[in-house]
């Protein structure tokens, strides 16, 4: 029996191959349908197959710019029914976007109705709106009726569709793309069609496009042109690599102005904001700056934007820069933003390729040679079929008797008037003399003319028409012979086409949107520097309720605290100042004085204020003092030595420096005064041990202080040995003990028992 897959007793549904190979060949075609008719655009005429087909069924709708509008559901819905067999949503979502100024430099489509803002808003329902072409989408499909392009059958071949369109002017840069296929992706900004017709015209005068030089062109083409406007701070030679290879990235601001409001007052006033930036999410991120004190110098944000761009800025102090404001927005907020270059595209409606300025301007031209030639052989044989048809009408006139004779007395008019001899002389009867040159149709008619003649209307019978197809075969023939001319000579045709697109740049050139400038960074001012110094005192209570009091108060004077609590923080400050906290979770977090609480209440909890967990406690708390270093250590005895500068974070989050896990928590965090460290046990014991035997870190779980058999570190500080170490006893008084030999020893010892009269709460302090 044979196991072959043509044996008619087994069926091809049955048949086993390997699932690696079955899901290989699967996939591959979907990655391939993915790259083909969705994701990439064709370089000829920038577009992918949805919005090709979209403009397509508008064309067939007559839709023109001049024209009225018609539902958007209705363009919708025939192009699902008849071409794009896919979600009617997603169709609708691609030809809107075509209709937005802001996502698209030259818009495709006239829309009437909420086509969606730059708020981000989305359209209205497709039976809400209503849509025609623009004159750009018109001179994408020009000659489409002149066999300028290929057509394919579409998806079930009850109707045909275009394969490309012959696209006047270069669409892919003009208006950008985007797209993610499989493995691979597209990203092309938009770009001022006067600088690309100026390249194409530079392409065409060149003729042999192969000779210029990438730098020339981008001398046309200088970098992208953005609906939104904004100013393209990428360098020069960057920009220039990215089209020379075809990926890169343009580093796009916000263009913004300074309004005198007198009085030494100002506000910033942001006019143009990055492409594809949404306006209401690019506020809500500036404010949220402005509560997380990432900005602290930004006071306020207002929206004014009415069809135009306005977004107002506040700064907190008028004695900052306006360039220090924006240069930090710049760095936290969607003000500067980067737009990434991959020119992915079908370079022939087939093959994938990531491709240069260069690449891409030479394949729209070759396309545009070929549509010229296409349209011209149309015409040609257009030209041709009349002049067979005049031929025609010229014989008949000449002959006019022995063919109205024929037509009247024959039984087949037709097939005698094919079969007559025409180079004989018959006599003429609309004529009173002869023409002395010969008709042009000697010898017998075709069956083309022969029809014309019959279909010709008796009240044509006059000499004055007559007169009118000499004329008119005189006039076909001279064109005829200036095609035939363009046909066969390559200058002319890039004449031709340098002539086409300089009417495209009068048509549709406008100036750039988008300008060039030099990122210059600036240095970001000290907080310090914008702040007015004035005394203030920090009040900090036991469960962690945190203001700033105007003025340095008596430390000793009773305040007002929340039922049940008490305070535990109480020191003097600046407004300059910044504030260290230092939490059990083993994180470091920064507080600005000058953005503390009022002193009038009860305060703000600290845990709002910064992301102090809540199962986290405050171990310490105390102004920031640089260049210093800070001693910490964890209940389980570990610690190391940090400077200062390393631990001041930026962010509500802090900065974590000392690790720990379990059980174990942060325990102390003690300011370097001296030579030597004293450490007590929860077990009594206290070790003494030079500070040069700890290792200085930015962050770890760090070292063991002192040993312990059962329990943990209860207290630890610094001390100079030849001042002697000092702790309150129990009656409050201060005990110095500078005989400390029988405590000394190597970090990591076990020590011995505290001296007498040591704190029962094992504690220094």
């Keep these: ?61 007559r839709l023109s710019p001049t024209g009225g509008f018609l539902k958007s559901a209705k363009i919708s819905g025939d192009t699902m029914g008849d071409f794009h067999p896919h979600g009617d949503s997603a169709i609708y979502d691609a030809m809107a976007r075509l209709a937005q100024d802001f996502n698209v430099r030259y818009p495709l489509v006239d829309g009437q109705g909420n086509f969606g803002n730059i708020d981000g808003d989305n359209p209205a329902a497709s039976r809400y709106t209503e849509a025609r072409m623009t004159v ?91 609906p939104t406007g904004g100013t393209i701070v990428e360098p020069a030679d960057a920009i220039a690599e990215a ?98 270059l991959n020119m992915n595209v079908l370079i022939d409606g087939v093959t994938p390729k990531v491709a240069s300025l260069k690449e891409v301007l030479r394949a729209f031209m070759a396309h545009r040679q070929d549509v010229l030639l296409r349209r011209s052989q149309f015409r040609l044989d257009k030209i041709d079929h009349r002049l067979e048809v005049l031929e025609g009408f010229i014989t008949a006139f000449l ?72 004329n008119e075969f005189d006039e076909l023939t001279k064109e005829r012979a200036d095609l035939e001319d363009l046909l066969e000579n390559d200058s002319r045709q890039w004449k031709t086409i340098a002539d086409q697109l300089r009417d495209v740049k009068k048509t549709f050139g406008d100036a750039r949107r988008s300008d060039f400038a030099e990122a210059v960074e600036i240095e970001d001012v000290p907080l310090e520097a914008m702040i007015d110094r004035e005394p ?24 007002k605290f929340k039922d049940g609590d008490a305070p535990r923080f109480t020191f003097h400050a600046e407004t300059t100042d910044r504030l260290l906290v230092f939490g059990s979770n083993g994180r470091f977090y920064t507080l600005s004085a000058s953005n503390l609480p009022g002193g009038r209440g009860m305060g703000e909890p600290l845990r709002l204020i910064v992301d102090l967990p809540n199962e986290a406690e405050i171990v310490a708390l105390f102004i920031h003092r640089p260049g210093e270093k800070l001693l910490v250590a964890s209940s389980a005895g570990d610690g190391f030595v940090v400077a200062e500068d390393e631990i001041v974070a930026q962010t509500r989050a802090g900065k974590q420096a000392l690790n720990v896990k379990g059980d174990v928590r942060a325990l102390a965090c003690r300011a370097i005064d001296g030579d030597h460290v004293a450490t007590i046990g929860q077990n009594r014991k206290m070790l003494v041990f ?76």
């Excluded at 008619?8 to 979907?30: H, M, Q, S, V």
């Excluded at 003429?428 to 042009?440: G, I, L, M, N, Q």
Aim: net charge negative; hydrophobic share 35%; proline share 6%.
């Design 136 to 226: 750009a989408a018109e001179a994408l499909l020009q000659g489409l009726d002149e066999n300028a392009v290929d057509f394919r059958d579409n998806y079930d071949g009850r109707l045909e569709e275009p394969i490309v369109l012959p696209a006047a002017f270069p669409n892919l840069l003009a208006n950008g793309s985007s797209g993610i296929a499989v493995g691979m992706a597209t990203n092309i900004p938009p770009h001022n069609i006067t600088e690309l017709c100026d390249a194409c015209i530079h392409l065409a005068k060149a003729e042999n496009s192969e000779r210029v030089r990438d730098d020339t062109l981008i001398e046309f083409v200088k970098g992208p042109d953005f």
């Design 690 to 765: 030079p500070l040069a035997e700890l290792p200085e870190m930015s962050r770890g779980k760090g070292v063991r202080l002192q040993k312990f058999k059962d329990g943990g570190l209860s207290d630890v500080r610094t001390f100079q040995m030849a001042d002697g170490l000092t702790w309150l006893d129990p009656a409050g008084r201060t005990r110095t003990v500078t005989e400390l030999e029988e405590w000394q020893g190597a970090r990591a010892a076990a020590g011995r028992m505290a001296p007498r009269g040591f704190p029962q709460d094992n504690t220094f302090t």
């Design 243 to 340: 089209y020379r290879t075809g990926r890169g990235g343009f580093r796009v601001r916000a263009k913004w102005e300074v309004e005198d409001l007198g009085r030494g007052q100002w506000q910033i006033v942001v006019t143009e904001i990055p492409y594809q930036v949404q306006k209401s999410r690019l506020i809500e991120k500036i404010a949220e700056t402005i509560q997380t004190k990432k900005v602290p110098i930004l006071g306020d944000i207002r929206d004014e934007s009415a069809e135009d761009i306005r977004i107002v800025l506040e700064p907190r102090s008028r004695n900052v820069e306006p360039e220090v404001l924006m240069n930090m927005l710049y760095r936290n907020s969607d003000l500067e933003s980067r737009f990434s």
């Design 536 to 559: 203030i005192t920090v009040v900090c209570s036991k469960m962690g309720w945190i203001r700033g009091m105007t003025g340095h108060i008596d430390l000793t004077r009773e305040l």
């Design 399 to 470: 002959n006019l008797d022995r063919v109205i004779d024929i037509i009247r007395y024959d039984d087949e008019p037709k097939a005698a008037l094919m079969r007559e001899d025409w180079s004989k002389d018959h006599k003429r009867a609309s004529s009173e003399k002869d023409y002395k040159t010969p008709a042009p149709g000697e010898g017998e008619l075709s069956e083309v003319q022969v029809d014309a003649i019959l279909n010709m209307r008796l009240r044509s019978l006059r000499r004055l028409e007559e007169l009118e197809l000499r």
């Design 1 to 61: 029996m044979s196991d072959s897959p043509d044996d008619p007793k087994i069926e091809p549904r049955n048949l086993a191959e390997p699932l690696r190979r079955a899901i290989g060949d699967r996939y591959l075609t979907y990655a391939l349908s993915t790259i083909m008719h969705r994701a990439l655009p064709d370089v000829r005429d920038g577009l992918k197959p949805v919005h090709r087909r979209i403009l397509y069924v508008m064309s067939r709708l």
